[in-house]
C-alpha cells in the first residue's frame, strides 16, 4: 500500500498509507489528541476529521485551544439548534446558521413566532440530542440531486441556495437521521463534543436580510466549551440587559419615543441637558485647533445630491421632500453643505488646512425594522468636521486627530482600538494615490505610539480610513470616532485652491467625527456607566434634602449657593421620609446626596452622601462646593 507523508507543526513528519483520514493520524500521535482534537487544518484548509489523506500535507489539529475552535464549536452547535426545530416543529423551513460574534443563529421559516416556551423546550432537544452522541458526516452529493432531495422535503430556500452558490457535487452535513443541511462544513465529530450551550432569544427575520423577502424567525443561542466560560457570559448577557440604554434612560427620564415620530428620540430634560454637555466638551476639545463652528441648510435641492453622488447612490436611505415642484432632500450628511462654503471663496495654499465643525440635525430613512433604541434612529447630529488640507498635511493632519481623539476617550475613561482600512479592490482613483494616502495614515498611527490593527480591503471606495473601535465596561466594541480620507468629493464639487506655485490644486478632504453620532454615543455612556455618569456628566450632580420642614429654607439656600458656582443641584423639598428621597436619589444615580437637618442649619454645613451609600460627614458648603468643581475640572470619578 502506497505511503504518504504528514508534517506536523513542530517539523517532525509521520507515515501514513494513503486515504488514511484524519482521526487515525491523531490516535498515532496520543490517546489525548484524539479525544481532544474536533477538526484538522490539512495543507491552509479545516477539514473534518473524517477527511481522507491522498497525498503529501501538512497537518494542524484544532483542538479546544485554537484560534478557529470556537466558531467550528459554534457553527456545530446551530445545527445542533436546526436539529431540535425540525424534531419539534416538522412543517419548519431552515435558512441559514452561521456562528456569530459571542454565539450563533439559525433563521426558520414557521406558521407563528416562537415563544418562551418553545425556546425552552428547543433547548432541551437540543440535550437531548447531543447526549445521543451522534455522528456529523459529510455528504457530497450532484447538484441536481441535492435540488432535488431539499425540494422534495419542502425546503425551497435550500433550493435557492444551492442553485446560488453549490458547484457540480455540492456538500451536505447530517447529524446521522436527525438532521441535515446544505453546508461546506467542517463540523465537530459528533453531538457529544457540544456541552455548554444555550438558547438565548428569537427575533424577526428575513430572508437574506431583505424585508421584501420571505419573513422567518431568527433563534439566537451561545454555546462555550466550558460550563464556566457559559456561566460568565450569560452573567455578563444579564448586566448587559440590566444596562440597556433604553431602560435606564427611561428610568432616568433621559429621552423617549413616541409612534409619531419614529426613530428620532425625545430629549427630556435631564438628557437634553446630557447633550448640551457633551456638545459643549467638544466645542472646548477643539478650541483652539483652528475649527471654525458652522451651519448649514436642512434641505437641499436635489441638484446638490446628484452632484455629491448621494442622489444615486444613497436616495433611497434620504427623506425627500418637494417644493415648488422641485425634488429636495432632508441633509444626511454634512459633507456637501461645507463643499459648498469651501467653493464660496478663492483659497490660498496659506487658508489651508481648513477646518469646519458642525453639530447640525442629520435625517436618514432608516429601515424601520432596524431601528434600535439610540444606536440606529432616524434623526441625529455628529460631532461631525471636515478639514480641508494640502496632500502634504496629510501625516501631521492625521496624527493631530488622533492625539485628539486619545484626549476625549481618556476623559471618558473609555479604553480604545486603532483600526487601519486599506484599499478594496472597486475603488477610484490611482495606486499610486492610495499608496501615499495609507502610508501617511499608517505615519500618523504610528506616530502617536498607539497599536493598531490593519483591515486589508476594507476601506471605502473614494479613500482609506481609519477607525476607533470603543472597549465599554463589559468588553463589548462599538464603532466611534472615524477619519477617513477621500479624494473624490472634492473632485466632484471642482474644489481647488491656489498653491505656492500660484497654479490651481485640488484639497484632500479629510471626514472625521470623535462621538460618532451624539445619540449612539450616549447610549455607549449609557451603558459603560450604568447611568451613574461621573460627576461632570450627570445631569444632576447633587440633590439637596432637608430632613423636615424647618429646614427647607436652609436646604434651599445651599441649592442656590451650589448652583450659584456651576453645579447642577435640585432641591427636594417633597413631604417625605428622609430615607426614601435619598433611596431615590440613589436610583436615579445622582452622584452627591446633601442632608440638611438641626445640625446642619446650626453649622452651616451639609451631610454628604454618595450614591453608593457612602457617608461622607459633615462638610461647609462651600468647601463642598470646591471639591465638587476640582472633581468636574480632573474628570475623575466621584467616591460610591
Request: hydrophobic share 40%.
Amino acid at each position: 500500500m502506497s505511503q504518504v507523508t504528514v508534517t506536523l507543526p513542530d517539523g517532525s513528519t509521520r507515515r501514513v498509507p494513503a486515504g488514511a483520514v484524519v482521526s487515525s493520524v491523531a490516535a498515532g500521535i496520543s490517546p489525548r489528541l484524539a479525544k481532544q482534537a474536533l477538526a484538522a487544518v490539512v495543507d491552509g484548509r479545516m477539514v473534518d476529521l473524517s477527511h481522507s489523506l491522498e497525498g503529501d500535507a501538512t497537518v494542524r489539529f484544532v483542538t479546544p485551544d485554537a484560534a478557529e475552535a470556537l466558531e467550528l464549536y459554534r457553527h456545530s452547535t446551530a445545527h445542533l439548534l436546526a436539529a431540535a426545530v425540525t424534531a419539534l416543529f416538522p412543517e419548519a423551513q431552515c435558512g441559514i446558521g452561521p456562528p456569530i460574534d459571542d454565539g450563533f443563529f439559525y433563521d426558520f421559516v414557521v406558521d407563528r413566532p416562537f415563544v418562551p416556551d418553545d425556546l425552552e423546550a428547543i433547548e432541551r432537544k437540543m440535550a437531548e440530542i447531543a447526549a445521543q452522541n451522534l455522528r456529523y458526516e459529510r455528504k457530497m452529493m450532484p447538484k441536481e440531486d441535492a435540488k432535488a432531495y431539499f425540494r422534495d422535503r419542502g425546503e425551497p430556500l435550500k433550493v435557492q441556495l444551492i442553485e446560488e452558490k453549490g458547484g457540480p457535487v455540492v456538500s451536505c452535513y447530517t447529524i446521522e437521521d436527525a438532521f441535515i443541511d446544505f453546508c461546506t462544513g467542517p463540523h465537530v465529530p459528533s453531538t457529544g463534543r457540544l456541552k455548554a450551550f444555550k438558547v438565548l432569544s428569537s427575533s424577526n427575520a428575513y430572508w437574506k436580510g431583505d424585508a421584501r423577502n420571505q419573513p422567518m424567525q431568527r433563534i439566537y443561542g451561545t454555546a462555550f466549551f466550558k460550563a464556566s466560560e457559559l456561566g460568565a457570559h450569560l452573567t455578563k448577557l444579564a448586566e448587559a440587559r440590566k444596562r440597556d440604554h433604553r431602560k435606564v434612560g427611561r428610568e432616568l427620564g433621559l429621552f423617549m419615543f413616541h409612534p409619531v415620530a419614529p426613530g428620532a428620540p425625545f430629549w427630556q430634560a435631564k438628557g437634553a441637558t446630557l447633550y448640551r454637555l457633551l456638545a459643549d466638551y467638544m466645542r472646548d476639545a477643539i478650541a483652539g485647533e483652528g475649527y471654525q463652528e458652522v451651519r448649514t441648510p436642512l434641505v437641499f435641492n436635489k441638484t446638490l445630491w446628484e452632484t455629491s453622488g448621494h442622489w444615486e447612490h444613497y436616495r433611497e436611505n434620504m427623506f425627500l421632500v418637494d417644493s415648488d415642484g422641485e425634488a429636495s432632500g432632508l441633509k444626511a450628511m454634512n459633507c456637501p453643505g461645507h463643499m459648498l462654503l469651501f467653493a464660496s471663496e478663492v483659497r490660498s495654499y496659506r487658508d489651508l488646512p481648513l477646518r469646519y465643525a458642525d453639530q447640525g440635525v442629520l435625517h436618514r430613512n432608516e429601515a424601520s425594522g432596524v431601528l434600535s433604541g439610540l444606536t440606529r434612529v432616524r434623526q441625529f447630529s455628529q460631532d461631525d468636521a471636515h478639514c480641508f488640507i494640502t496632500e502634504e498635511q496629510i501625516g501631521a493632519e492625521v496624527e493631530r486627530l488622533l492625539r485628539l481623539v486619545d484626549r476625549v476617550y481618556r476623559d471618558f475613561g473609555l479604553d480604545y482600538g486603532i483600526e487601519l482600512s486599506t484599499r478594496p479592490e472597486d475603488h477610484l482613483g490611482s495606486v499610486e494615490t492610495w499608496d501615499h494616502a495609507e502610508s501617511q495614515l499608517r505615519g500618523a498611527i504610528e506616530a502617536t505610539g498607539e497599536p493598531y490593527a490593519v483591515s486589508e480591503g476594507d476601506g471605502s471606495f473614494y479613500g482609506p480610513k481609519i477607525d476607533v473601535h470603543v472597549t465599554d465596561a463589559l468588553g463589548r466594541r462599538w464603532q466611534c470616532a472615524t477619519i477617513q480620507l477621500d479624494y473624490q468629493m472634492p473632485q466632484r464639487f471642482g474644489l481647488k485652491y491656489i498653491g505656492a506655485d500660484n497654479a490651481e490644486h485640488m484639497p484632500v478632504l479629510i471626514h472625521r467625527a470623535i462621538y460618532g453620532s451624539f445619540e449612539r454615543f450616549i447610549a455607549l455612556l449609557i451603558e459603560h456607566y450604568a447611568g451613574a455618569f461621573p460627576l461632570w456628566l450627570a445631569p444632576v450632580q447633587a440633590t439637596v434634602i432637608p430632613i423636615a420642614d424647618r429646614h427647607a429654607e436652609q436646604a434651599a439656600a445651599v441649592q442656590r449657593q451650589l448652583t450659584e458656582v456651576g453645579l447642577r443641584v435640585e432641591l427636594d423639598a417633597r413631604q417625605e421620609k428622609i430615607g426614601y428621597k435619598i433611596r431615590e436619589a440613589q436610583l436615579q444615580k445622582v452622584p452627591y446626596m446633601l442632608v440638611v437637618g438641626d445640625r446642619e442649619v446650626a453649622d452651616g454645613t451639609v451631610a454628604v452622601r454618595t450614591r453608593g451609600g457612602g457617608n461622607q460627614g459633615a462638610q461647609d458648603v462651600s468647601a463642598f462646593a470646591r471639591a465638587a468643581l476640582e472633581e468636574v475640572r480632573r474628570k475623575r470619578s466621584a467616591p460610591e
